[in-house]
């Protein structure tokens, strides 16, 4: 098995590469996604979660209400705190156990969907703390690089965001720089199309070279 890590801001076209990825036959483990399954209902972290703030987090239908969430964790580090030591065990558990299913098919190519990627590298840099030993460390990390501003026109051009809304997403990301310092492969989208798609040839074809880590 060789276990990939990809990530990319917002409009990069990170979600793009995945998909090409996945056609090629790698098996993608997304994080977010990963993240809205243990988020159902009935699912023991959603179960915590409403231990911790109640039906305020609940919405009308039973399900969670992001809005409702984002609300309470997003100004205040400890309410933030306080979800990532609900949320990130539970994924750090998932995630183990989709590798390991892949893992038992030889030859595999998995790769870690990971968005927040760098915010989480600098945030553990910043406070000191070692990345934590249940991290899947993959064997190389592949970048998605596309320049701000374009990211801004293709959100508000292709996935229908307003201008405001995704200038602000964008800026509250972790900058190109920061997130280029973790690459071993930097696909750039800077270009149109069919430039991407000359790119994600020169990926797989990069891909297809790793070879498989020793295990000892
Ligand atoms: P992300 O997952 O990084 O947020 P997406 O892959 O969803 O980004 O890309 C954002 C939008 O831009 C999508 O609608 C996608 O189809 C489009 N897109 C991505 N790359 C290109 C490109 N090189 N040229 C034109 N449109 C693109």
Known sequence: MRLLGLTGGIGSG?????????????????????????QQPGQPVFASMVERWGQTIV?????????AVAAIVFSDADE??????????????????????AADQPGSIVVLDVPLMAETAKKERESGRAPSGSRHKPQAVIVVDCPTELAVDRLVEFRGF?????????????????????????????GDRATLDAELERLWAWVSELSEPTTD
């Open 59 to 67: 919405a009308p239908d039973g399900t969670l209400d992001r809005a």
């Open 80 to 101: 933030l705190a306080a979800i990532e030591a609900i949320v990130h065990p539970a994924v750090q558990v998932e995630t183990a156990r989709r590798i390991a299913a």
């Open 14 to 38: 990170k979600s793009t590469v995945s998909a090409d990825l996945a056609a090629r036959g790698a098996v993608i483990i997304d994080a977010d996604a990963i993240v809205k399954e243990l």
């Open 162 to 190: 307003d201008r405001d809304d995704a200038e602000a997403r964008v800026s509250r990301q972790a900058t190109r720089e920061e997130r280029r310092e973790l690459a071993d492969f930097v696909v750039d989208n800077s």
